[in-house]
């Protein structure tokens, strides 16, 4: 007769490797790919190694089961996947608007195609850092396994990174947020457009297109102090100072929200009487700024330079249908979340992780066809999620 235990142990490897193999997530094809980096990037040419595998993850279909359970995670603080050990967290500095919302659920779609991870948990500081340090750290005391962050706090974040990296924990911080300290030691990696390079963008578009003599510039930002805004501004400043046909009107916050952005572009014109130009990194928020121009019976004379995609303005701009109303794009930069989770995982699997994760972007214009009137106005153009998704998520 064989032996029992040795029979056990051959039909439960078996077993263990059927289940591997049932939660394994699907390849995704070459063209899948490709047309993702497309529409995020611009561009298919080269994006570095961590770039490339999370947007090849990204390709992956989820499951109708897997779907419903993105869903039901992004409308919660905390799931259960079912399988797998680890435990993700993602710390939102503020997730109150619909880009930071996409954003989650961005992260959360790529973790459904990691079998490894078992929880998803989420929580947002809503602008307040007190908060956003306080979550940061009830994450280390959870001892989760990865932390993905976005950094509004700034440096009053650092001393609890450092805790959680020299407990173990993967940080990663993505959109450009930075909390000082050193990207590959104080924490894993730091994700980003150059966002120097942003802002310079934002500047060298606007005197391109630019037809006055000064062409005034208001630059906008989102929650006071946060190190993004805090960034490109400041590398717009410099380039802006290179036009002598280009004036900084001013600068205002906004909270990445349509009515912050209503109010700052309502003070400008009642001061100004007009505005040559707005570089600001939200399209939704400037939804409120169109607002502020037809409450002062203004024509939207202005180029906008801007960092998302939300096709909401984009729609509201060919109903303008008006010339002199011209808009330029990066991307919506959502599935930077994503780029952040696969990082760690990838880190986790033993493979390289540079301590800075340039994601590439091209400035565009929008033109007629960008407007999808069957998906949510909310929607990024350049978002990974599906429609089906979207639609889900917005539904009213």
């Given amino acids: 007769m064989k032996n029992p235990s040795k029979s056990w142990r051959v039909l439960a490897g078996g077993l263990l490797a059927a289940t591997a ?17 497309t529409k995020a990037l611009g561009s298919t040419d080269d994006p ?18 897997q779907k419903a359970l993105a869903l039901k995670c992004w409308k919660a603080s905390t799931c259960e996947t079912g399988h797998g050990t680890l435990t993700v967290a993602y710390a939102d500095g503020f997730g109150e608007n619909v880009w930071r919302q996409v954003t989650k659920m961005e992260f959360i779609a790529q973790a459904l195609t990691y079998p490894e991870i078992k929880k998803i948990v989420y929580t947002s500081a809503g602008g307040d850092a007190a908060k956003a340090v306080s979550d940061m750290r009830a994450y280390v ?10 950094a509004d706090a700034g440096a009053a974040l650092l001393p609890t990174v450092k805790e959680a990296t020299e407990a173990g924990i993967l940080v990663t911080l993505h959109n ?44 906008l930002g989102g929650t006071p102090g946060n190190p993004l805004s805090a960034t490109w501004q400041k590398c ?14 001013g600068k205002a916050d906004t909270n990445w929200t349509q009515e912050g952005t209503f109010e700052a572009m309502s003070s400008a014109l009642a001061q100004n009487g007009s505005v040559g130009a707005v570089v600001y990194e939200y399209a939704d928020g400037f939804r409120g700024g169109l607002r502020a121009y037809q409450a002062a019976k203004k024509q939207p004379d202005v180029i906008v330079a801007l960092r998302t995609d939300e096709q909401g303005l984009f729609c509201d701009w060919e109903k303008i249908n008006d010339p002199n109303f011209k808009i330029f794009y990066s991307s919506g930069q959502n599935y930077q979340s994503r780029i952040a989770l696969t ?38 153009v350049s978002t990974l999620l599906d429609n089906g998704m979207l639609q889900a998520m917005f539904a009213k």
């Fill in 21 to 37: 193999l049932a939660l394994a997530a699907p390849a995704a094809h070459a063209a899948d790919v490709n047309a993702l980096l």
């Fill in 48 to 65: 570095g190694p961590v770039v490339a595998e999370a947007f090849r993850r990204a390709a992956i279909d989820l499951t109708p089961e």
């Fill in 141 to 150: 005391a959870q001892k989760v396994d990865i932390i993905v962050g976005f």
């Fill in 176 to 219: 450009g947020t930075d909390v000082g300290g050193k990207p590959g030691r104080d924490y894993l990696a730091g994700i980003a457009e150059n966002i120097c390079k942003l802002g310079e963008g934002f500047i060298d578009i606007v005197a391109k297109n630019a037809t006055r003599n000064p062409t005034t510039v208001l630059e």
């Fill in 236 to 249: 717009a400043d410099t380039e802006l100072g290179k036009f002598a046909n280009l004036k900084l009107l």
């Fill in 343 to 380: 990082a760690a995982m990838m880190k986790k699997e033993g493979k390289a992780v540079p301590a800075h994760i340039d994601v590439p972007f091209r400035m565009k214009q929008v033109v007629k066809g960008l407007c999808n009137p069957a998906l949510p106005e909310d929607a990024s």
